[in-house]
C-alpha cells in the first residue's frame, strides 16, 4: 500500500485487524474473495436473499454435489445440480438460484441423456454449505450450522420447495376401496420425499413441522404427505414439478 497511510491508521478507520489488512496486501486476491463471500468477511453474515440461499440449500441436501474443479492448490469447488429434461422451470429456477447467491460466477448448463447438469464453480461453495465432504451424503452426518438454521427457520418454504424440486415429487395415488357394490378407484396427490440420509429426511421433517404440514414416513427412506389439508397448505410453497 503506497498511499501514506500506515497499517495501524488503516485499521482502525475500517476495523479490519492489521493481519489481515497484511494478508490482504501480499496476496491481493483473497481481499477480492472476502470481500464477495459473507461467509468468509471479517464479521460471517448470512448470505442473501435467504429465499434463494434457502432453495439451493435444498437443491443441495436433495441431490447436489460439491468436488473439486481442478487442480487441488487452486482451491476452487464445483456445485453440480442435476435436473431432468422434463422439467424446464426447475432448471431456470436452479440456474437462477446459483447466479443469486454467487453473482461473480458463471452458471454452465450441459445437456447430459435424458437430463441438464447446471453447475457453478466458486472457492465458496465449502463455506456456504458445509455440509460438503467426501463420500456420499448418507453415509456421513449432515447437521445444519446454527446460522444455517436460522435461515431454515425465517423461510422454511423455500428450504422446502428446494428439498421437493430435487427429492421429491408430487403426484396422484390411487387406491383402491372394496365397497357393497364393487371396488371403486379414488384418486388424491400426494407428496414424497426420498433421501438415503436419515439426518436429511429428519430435516424435511422438522421443515414441514415449521410449516403446519402433517407428515409420515412411508417408507424407511421417504417421508409421504398425503393428507388433503397438508397437501393444500405444501401447494403453497411447493406444487407440482414444472
Ligand atoms: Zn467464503
Known amino acids: 500500500m503506497e498511499c501514506g497511510f500506515s497499517l495501524r491508521s488503516i485499521s482502525r ?17 483473497k481481499a477480492l474473495n472476502r470481500a464477495s463471500c459473507p461467509r468468509c468477511a471479517e464479521n460471517p453474515a448470512p448470505p442473501e436473499p435467504q429465499s434463494d440461499y434457502a432453495y439451493l ?18 482451491e476452487v469447488w464445483k456445485l453440480r445440480v442435476v435436473c431432468s429434461d422434463a422439467w424446464p422451470g426447475l432448471i431456470r429456477e436452479c440456474e437462477r438460484a446459483m447466479r443469486s447467491i454467487r453473482p461473480e460466477n458463471k452458471v454452465a448448463i450441459q445437456q447430459k441423456p435424458g437430463c441438464v447438469e447446471v453447475s457453478s464453480c ?24 446454527p446460522w ?7 423461510v422454511p418454504g423455500h428450504f422446502a420447495r428446494g428439498l421437493f424440486h ?13 365397497l357393497a357394490d364393487g371396488d371403486r378407484w379414488y384418486e388424491y396427490p400426494r407428496y414424497l420425499f426420498t433421501n438415503e440420509s436419515s439426518d436429511i429426511l429428519r430435516l424435511c421433517g422438522e421443515t414441514l413441522d415449521l410449516l403446519g404440514v402433517a407428515w409420515r414416513f412411508s417408507r424407511r427412506n421417504a417421508i409421504s404427505v ?17
Open 226 to 242: 398425503a393428507r388433503r389439508e397438508a397437501v393444500a397448505r405444501l401447494d403453497e410453497f411447493v406444487g407440482p414439478k414444472y
Open 122 to 145: 466458486s472457492r465458496h461453495w465449502p463455506c456456504l454449505f458445509p455440509q460438503s465432504g467426501p463420500g456420499r451424503k448418507h453415509m456421513r452426518t449432515i447437521e445444519l450450522q
Open 57 to 74: 440449500l435444498g437443491l443441495y441436501l436433495g441431490d447436489g454435489c460439491i468436488s473439486r474443479a481442478g487442480a487441488k492448490e487452486k
Open 13 to 29: 478507520s475500517t476495523g479490519v485487524s492489521r493481519s489481515t489488512l497484511r494478508d490482504w496486501r501480499e496476496y491481493p486476491e
Open 166 to 178: 430435487s427429492d421429491g415429487y408430487r403426484g396422484i395415488n390411487r387406491i383402491r376401496r372394496h
Open 148 to 154: 444455517q438454521r436460522a435461515i431454515v427457520c425465517a
